[in-house]
């Protein structure tokens, strides 16, 4: 399911409320989400594991339980790589660029590659709180499990996207809840936890999103292309690299490496960097109490006015302020701005 284009100062509306999400208008757009008990118990079990407001590491890497007891008013800004995030209780919107994206118990979440996004919290409370989970996503077992799902050529998707919903089934709600289940003990976490998430994915392949998902792992695909790229602009974001030395280093020419990657991240490569730079510098200053010229100079930026300008620009507050708010409202995510 593809959002369509929104105008991202159009997010909010008065009173903090997100706007509504942009959807397509299919009759896919009103999904039923699975049922009532299936996702009772998998809320249980996040509840369980993330006891209050937080992201919670579980005992097998790549798993988390996220909660959230309230609905958030601005959007909170984080870098988030592959991965599945599904939700037992609540409801949360993820911008990206100009787009929104929302999901639900009745919708789940991917991400294919490393993307810098903001999102709210929209539907919570101290007595329902957002109850969500998070999977990451490994290329290389993904392509693994690909290649016995689609024993012939993968089925080629419409677009290369970067970010994108699907209907959460009742089938990858059961298979994410005995994960969790796992979790109690950690013989069984060590022993049967990564067949559970290999069983979550070929149920993730499975669904009508599973083309797109595939190309998580498919080396010849655009998605894994740009993400090529992204590791390498993450390797090299503090320095003063053009869009040809990004091109070349996935063997692109300039125009369909800026094509590609814009159809995947919905931003040019230079837009992605300068994103990238502006969430580590938030990262260096919430998380390691870095000072705002040290986090400036440590991100690529030589001028100080400069980096405290189009953060103010992009955060909406300038970077002392903002981050003291963070700090106050807890709105800091627990695993350092990645989750």
Partial sequence: MRASPRQAPQQTRQGGRPAPPATGTSGEDILAAPG???????????????????????????TYALRRSRMTSEAVHATLGPSLCLVAQGAKVVMLGREVFEYDPARMLVFAVDLPVSGQVTRASWREPFLGFKLDLDSKRVAE?????????????????????????????DAVTRLLELMAQ????????ALAVDEI???????????????????????????????????????????????????????????????????????YQKTLRLHEARRLMLFQRMEASDACLRVGYLSPSQFSREYSRFFGSPPTKDISRLREEGLAPADGGRS
Avoid: C
């Fill in 36 to 62: 009532s008990l299936a996702l009772r118990r998998l809320a249980n079990l996040i509840g369980r594991y993330a006891p209050h407001d937080g992201v919670f590491p579980l005992r097998l890497p790549g």
């Fill in 201 to 271: 994915l070929i149920r993730l392949l499975r669904t009508p999103i599973g083309s797109r998902v595939a190309q998580i792992g498919h080396p010849k695909s655009g998605v894994h292309r740009v993400a090529e790229a992204v590791s390498w602009i993450r390797e090299h974001f503090a320095q003063p690299v053009t869009v040809e030395e990004m091109a070349a280093s996935v063997h692109m020419s300039r125009s369909s490496f800026h094509e590609r990657f814009k159809a995947v991240t919905s931003m040019t490569p230079l837009q």
């Fill in 186 to 193: 950690a013989e069984d976490a060590e022993l049967l936890g």
């Fill in 145 to 173: 499990l690909a290649s016995r799902v689609f024993p012939h050529p993968v089925p080629k998707p419409p677009d290369d996207r970067g970010l994108y919903v699907g209907r959460a089934t009742d089938a990858i709600i």
